[in-house]
């Protein structure tokens, strides 16, 4: 059973954390209400129980990945990723699924690629043949995509959006347009489980 709105337990409802550490899982737990899921803060290891997917959000990838090593956080993110639950990483989320992290999106990622603070940018993107607004700030891009990973889009011929398997991870902050559609992937991908 799933926690609902006002705590209520239902079924069919997806139930989707977001990694609460740092950075801006507050406004992907917001953009999740709008769709009228609930959503868990992720802050230990138990709070991942009975989790369907899972949000790793933007901020700062250093602090974050800290806090994951302080409550012991990364073979739990790595051991749910495996399950084959639906995860979506953005900006810093990227960041920490990729190779040199949590290692399970075969991706190089560069930091700050865009630039810093001063160069954030909003831009429509296509993805999956859809357009939607995306939000850069201090963002990466991927600079090597390993086997198995698809790239569904590219600023400046540098991929921002990647997908490999149950994970997509993204260089932008959806959470911060209204643009629902990257939240209502994961909701899709539970749906269909």
Same mark, same amino acid.
């Given at each position: 059973m799933r926690?609902?709105?006002?705590g209520a337990r239902t079924e069919a409802m997806p139930f989707i954390g977001v990694l609460a550490l740092q950075g801006g899982f507050e406004a992907h737990a917001k953009a999740l209400a709008r769709l009228q899921i609930p959503a868990r803060? %992720? *802050?230990t290891t138990e709070d991942l129980d009975g989790l369907d997917a899972l949000i790793?959000?933007?901020?700062e990838s250093t602090t974050i990945g800290l806090g994951v090593e302080r409550e012991g956080l990364a073979e739990p993110l790595i051991d749910f990723v495996r399950s084959g639950k639906? %995860?979506?990483g953005t900006c810093a989320g990227m960041i920490m699924l990729d190779r040199e992290h949590l290692g399970v999106l075969d991706i190089g990622v560069r930091r700050n690629a865009f630039g810093r603070q001063l160069a954030s940018f909003e831009t429509k993107l296509i993805l999956d043949g859809a357009a939607i !607004?995306?939000?850069?700030i201090r963002a990466p891009w991927v600079e090597d995509v390993g086997d198995g990973v698809e790239v569904l889009a590219e600023v !400046?011929?540098?991929?921002?959006? %990647? *997908?490999q398997g149950n994970v997509l991870a993204v260089a932008f902050h959806p959470e911060l347009s209204s643009d629902l559609s990257l939240h209502q992937w994961l909701v899709d991908r539970v749906q269909a489980a």
């Open positions: 926690e609902g709105a006002g803060e %992720v *802050r790793i959000p933007g901020g639906p %995860v979506l !607004d995306a939000v850069f !400046d011929g540098h991929p921002v959006a %990647v *997908r």
